[in-house]
């Protein structure tokens, strides 16, 4: 069986939020981009996958078009691991990180539903696991940087079922702020997105610590600083989460060896795919070291991370960006039901995409 095309899928689809764009980026969020990987094999079977392209889109869709799908047409499309591995070596050159990865975690993903279409199963089974199962959710507020803003969502998310809730707050007030609507008995995590150095960051888990984190996420900049991540759990006591920004197993062993986490955050759509997921989810198991997987999304990565959980025998839980996109393109499969996710038990990623969504959402 093998690879006849490779086509980058590029879509832009508002959403709506209760924080202010001003707060993410310099050019603001206005719509969540997705960049697509559609896999045809000469069988005809179709695979989706998923690069990560929030921010950037164009980047990631000139990457998979332009050196992925030429390297990878002709392939066979069951060898998988080998071709991931080939693909990494060739590719190098580029930069292991970032951009490159991106585009091969779409490729992987892709190649991955194929597998469990060309099985007839979902990819849960047949990586040992079992779709029988719900997955415990947490929200993912938005980015806020407002006391009252926080509160509202906090109690939105409550009434929704959520029992694990998760910050993107830098600040003691805000953090209070949700503590105070949560009650003791709700689990409150904190993810900073690197914006401290070692002292800053020993300092500020020092103070949110009395809102009894759950995790402090990424309080360190740059993220792969995994010296200084380890400082801040050793010298405070804060759990620390991190992972979203790495890339391949191979960080992960350098941050489980610096003893830096103690949640690890692998993203599907930037680590290297299902291929490099299931190599730290192997490294951490072995560590002691609990994987909470990294999946603010809402295409073929997010399926991808119900069926990598629902096949690992402690999943962690599973992550719910809490905003709400114009459409889905999977149906109520995006919400959690009572606080957990369903893992949809069809072939491969367990569903395809809607093609009516991507086809209104579809950009040049």
């Keep these: 069986m093998k690879i006849a095309n490779v086509e980058a899928v590029p879509l832009r689809m508002p959403f709506n939020h209760a924080g202010s764009d001003r707060d993410v980026t310099a050019g603001g969020w206005p719509a969540l981009d997705f960049c697509l990987v559609k896999v045809t094999t000469d069988t005809g079977i179709v695979g989706?996958?998923?690069?990560?392209?929030?921010?950037?889109?164009?980047?990631?869709?000139?990457?998979?078009?332009?050196?992925?799908?030429?390297?990878?047409?002709?392939?066979?499309?069951?060898d998988i691991a080998g071709l991931s591995h080939r693909l990494q070596q060739k590719f190098h050159l580029f930069g292991r990180?970032?951009?490159?990865?991106?585009?091969?975690?779409?490729?992987d993903i892709a190649l991955w539903d194929i597998a469990g279409k060309a099985a007839g199963l979902p990819l849960a089974t047949l990586l040992g696991g079992t779709t029988d199962r719900t997955l415990p959710a947490y929200s993912s507020l938005f980015i806020l940087r407002d006391k009252e803003k926080v509160m509202a969502d906090v109690w939105r998310s409550l009434d929704e079922g959520y029992e694990y809730i998760k910050l993107h707050e830098i600040g003691e007030v805000e953090v209070g702020a949700a503590r105070e609507v949560a009650g003791d008995a709700i689990p409150i995590m904190v993810d900073v997105n690197c914006p401290w150095t070692p002292e800053q960051a020993i300092r500020m888990a020092r103070t949110l610590d009395q809102f009894e984190l759950h995790w402090l996420e990424e309080p360190v900049f740059p993220p792969e600083d995994f010296h200084s991540l380890a400082r801040v759990r050793g010298e405070t006591g804060v759990a620390v989460a991190a992972g979203e920004n790495w890339c391949t197993s191979f960080q992960f062993a350098q941050a489980i060896e610096a003893g830096a986490i103690d949640y690890a955050q692998p993203s599907v759509t930037k680590v290297g795919g299902v291929t490099e997921f299931r190599k730290v989810v192997a490294?951490?198991?072995?560590?002691?070291?609990?994987?909470?997987?990294?999946?603010?999304?809402?295409?073929?990565?997010?399926?991808?991370?119900?069926?990598?959980?629902?096949?690992?025998?402690?999943?962690?839980?599973?992550?719910r960006f809490y905003v709400e996109p114009e459409a889905s393109l999977y149906g109520d499969w995006i919400n959690p039901v009572n606080g957990a996710f369903r893992v949809p038990g069809g072939p491969g990623l367990g569903l395809d995409p809607d093609p009516d969504v991507i086809k209104r959402y579809r950009v040049a």
């Design 283 to 319: 490294l951490c198991e072995a560590a002691g070291v609990q994987v909470m997987p990294h999946s603010p999304y809402f295409g073929p990565g997010f399926l991808a991370t119900l069926q990598l959980a629902a096949a690992m025998p402690n999943p962690g839980l599973v992550e």
């Design 48 to 78: 989706w996958g998923d690069a990560f392209s929030y921010h950037c889109r164009e980047s990631v869709v000139a990457a998979v078009e332009n050196m992925v799908k030429p390297a990878a047409i002709g392939q066979d499309a069951r």
């Design 97 to 107: 990180y970032g951009i490159t990865l991106f585009a091969l975690s779409g490729l």
